[in-house]
Every structure is written in C-alpha cells, then in structure tokens.
C-alpha cells in the first residue's frame, strides 16, 4: 500500500520555470526520501530530509517537510528539459516497515 | 564504484513458467530490496534481504521469492507466472549502517523488464 501520495499527478510546465510537487503521508516518520525515475528506468536518489528538519537543500531541488501536516514539498528551481522525469517521496524505513514509495508525480519540461 | 546491475534487461516469459532475476548490489552493500512497478500499482514492496536473511515482506503471493547469497548478491523468483505479473521489477541496494534510527539511502538498478504472454 502506498504511504505517500503525490501532487499533482502530472505537471507540464516551460524550460526555466520552477516545478513543485507536494507530497502527503499518512503515519509518523523517521525520514522521508524523494527519487526521480526517467521513462522505464530505475530510481535515482534525490534528497533526504530527516524528521527533525524542515528544509534542506541540493543544487537546483529544495525539500521541505511539515511533519504537523503530514506532508512534504519538492522543488525544482529553473528547471530544464533533462529534468523531465517522475518524481516520488518515500517513507520509512522504520521498525519493520520498509521503505515505502507514492505514486509519483510525471514532470514535462518543455523546452 | 560501480552501480547497480540487473540481469537480464529483458524478459518474455509464457503464462505457468518460473522466472528468475538476479540483482548484484553495490560492492559493501549489505541490504538488498525489490520492488515491482506497474501502471497501475505503482512501486510495491516485494521483500528485503540483510546479510542473506529475509528481513522484510510485502504483501505479494507465495509465487514470489527470493533469496541473498554470501556475496550480497540477490535473486527473485517468480513461479507460475501470471498475466498480471508483467512488470518492471527493480533491486535497489542499501549500505544500512544500522543507525539508530535505520535511515538510509537505496540505490537503484535499471530494472528487468518482464513480459508474460
């Protein structure tokens, strides 16, 4: 079952412009990742932001987490066609609960 | 340093056969997982493997297996196939450092790509 639930399902959007994607869970966490999937191919590893942190930052992606409400934003500042790809928040592990992925958000980056 | 691998890429299996995959994991990663990834289920759990112990089981049917050798090196086997089982099936691998409180980074392979007719 999926953990988290990204938003919007689908963003197209112009080279250049930023690109936010949000993400909602359901139960506690420890951390919460986000990874990004170009077409049919395996999941790269973003960001991780640890429970205890608000918001952190890697090159062109900002995460921030509001764990009162549950939810998590991605953002892509001037983004650029190589960025077009699907993105996910994941959740956990923690105890015995794997890691577990959203659905994702498909992200179009027109040139 | 390298990746994750994969084999084989691709896949096209027949309904009732077996399938096995096989995943190398990042050299001095210990933890393994697997997932499947549908259309329309998305990214689901398969299981974890830590030092060649199963450590975590999704929701999946008895069909499903798999297993960690000595080398971290691990496989997943899929009897019976079924329609439904067509998928790209993904490895991702872990140096799980066992922190206190278990946090830590999967690295992907490219997926194999099954095919049931």
């Known amino acids: 079952s999926q953990q988290g639930e990204e938003d919007p399902q689908a963003l197209s959007i112009q080279e250049g412009e930023n690109a936010t994607m949000n993400c909602s869970y359901k139960?506690?966490?420890?951390?919460l990742q986000w990874y990004r999937q170009n077409s049919g191919r395996g999941l790269v590893h973003l960001i991780l932001?640890?429970?205890?942190?608000r918001e952190k930052h890697s090159g062109r992606l900002r995460v921030t987490l509001d764990t009162s409400k549950k939810s998590s934003s991605l953002l892509i500042t001037a983004s650029r066609a190589a960025d077009t790809a699907s993105y996910f928040c994941a959740t956990g592990p923690s105890g015995n609960t794997p890691l577990v992925f959203g659905k994702g958000t498909r992200l179009s980056v027109i040139a | 340093k390298a990746g994750v691998t994969q084999t084989p890429r691709y896949l096209i299996k027949t309904r009732g056969q077996q399938v096995t995959l096989s995943c190398s994991p990042i050299s001095g990663h210990r933890s393994v997982s697997w997932y499947q990834q549908t259309p329309g289920q998305g990214l689901q759990f398969l299981f974890e493997y830590f030092s060649e112990t199963q450590r975590n089981k999704g929701n999946f049917p008895g069909r499903f297996s798999g297993r960690q050798f000595s080398n971290s090196r691990s496989e997943m086997n899929v009897s019976t196939l079924e329609l439904g089982d067509s998928a790209l099936y993904l490895c991702?691998?872990?140096?799980?450092?066992?922190?206190?409180?278990?946090?830590?980074?999967?690295?992907f392979g490219p997926g194999t790509r099954l095919t049931v007719t």
């Open positions: 991702a691998s872990s140096l799980d450092t066992r922190l206190w409180d278990r946090d830590y980074e999967q690295y």
């Open positions: 139960t506690s966490i420890n951390n």
């Open positions: 932001i640890r429970s205890n942190e």
